[in-house]
């Protein structure tokens, strides 16, 4: 892909993102992630039924007057978007790959960051760190980020969600929200302790992607070569052997309960995103779940 081609597809993506933010996303984002961080505002007197915690001392021992801190809620919050670029990203059967649809997804959280001013930034991982990029401020950072996802070229085919979740798990200090994109096609033992120990630390989001292609074949008269991206090992398959898709839909069924074994215990809810549907609908559904639950 040329530099041209990379520049307007970002910018088609801007356009896009751009819109929906502003029409729907922003007041959701806003609503769904608050501020968690506190900053000191001013010292008055103390008034009957305060909190006594939160008297202070020393104005109060040097003034003879009992006084209170008073503190603000910051609502800057700090957004890292972990993107699996592997292999198995550059798949889609019907009208985009899951590394286009995940440049959207990112591209949408992005936007509404960006929106409510708060940083932003970007890890990209296959079966090691391929990218990252500390949390900034401002377009044009947000513009770089999209125009990673978009053109960026990995090293390295396999995953490694395990190597990914520490590596945010350190270089990622205080609290954060945390998109982490992949399909999840990794059995989930092999990164679940790293799981819930960002779950733990961060208001982790899981993001599934997948293509129908990957759970059924259609059943038609036809042999193909079938190679797995991340592997590269070759099998030739039949489409219209029905014990094919009897083994897929083992696998997805599965995978699937292992995956819900893990996320409902952690309460973290993931977003499901098809690459033959409209990426943006399931992120609508979610900020609103959330909100509610908020309101609650």
């Known amino acids: 892909m040329d530099t041209a081609e990379i520049l307007k597809k970002v910018r088609q993506i ?3 993102t751009d819109r929906l933010v502003s029409e729907t996303f922003a007041g959701e984002y806003l ?23 939160s008297i202070d ?18 609502r800057e ?26 440049a959207e997804l990112s591209a949408l959280f992005a936007f509404c960051a960006l929106q409510n001013n708060d940083k932003v930034g970007l890890l990209l991982f296959s079966d090691e760190v391929e990218l990252y990029v500390p949390p900034r401020k401002g377009k044009k950072h947000i513009l770089r980020l999209i125009r990673e996802l978009i053109a960026f070229e990995p090293r390295h085919t396999k995953t490694n ?3 990914c979740l520490e590596t945010l798990i350190k270089v990622q200090k205080h609290s954060a929200i945390v998109v982490l994109i992949s399909d999840f096609l990794q059995t989930v033992p092999s990164f679940e302790k790293a799981f819930k120990l960002a779950a733990k630390k961060f208001d982790l989001i899981p993001v599934r992607i997948q293509d129908p292609l990957e759970k059924a074949l259609p059943d038609l008269p036809l042999c193909l070569s079938i190679t797995d991206p991340e592997t590269g090992e070759t099998d030739e398959r039949c489409l219209s052997d029905g014990a094919l898709n009897r083994q897929l839909s083992q696998f997805w069924a599965s995978q699937q309960k292992d995956l819900e074994g893990l996320f409902t215990p952690c309460k973290t809810e993931p977003i499901l995103i098809d690459t033959s549907a ?13 909100a509610k639950k908020i309101r609650k």
């Open 14 to 16: 801007e356009i896009q």
């Open 31 to 53: 609503s769904t992630f608050k501020g968690q961080g506190i900053e000191f505002a001013e010292v008055r007197e103390y008034i009957p039924g305060d909190d006594v915690r």
């Open 57 to 74: 001392w020393n104005v109060t021992a040097r003034t003879g007057v009992p006084y209170i801190k008073k503190f603000n809620e910051t």
């Open 77 to 102: 919050l700090t957004l890292m978007i972990a993107c699996d670029v592997s292999g198995s990203q550059q798949f889609g059967s019907r009208s985009k790959f899951k590394q286009q649809a995940a």
């Open 161 to 163: 969600l395990n190597l």
């Open 278 to 290: 409209n990426t943006a609908d399931p992120v609508v559904r979610y900020f609103k779940r959330r």
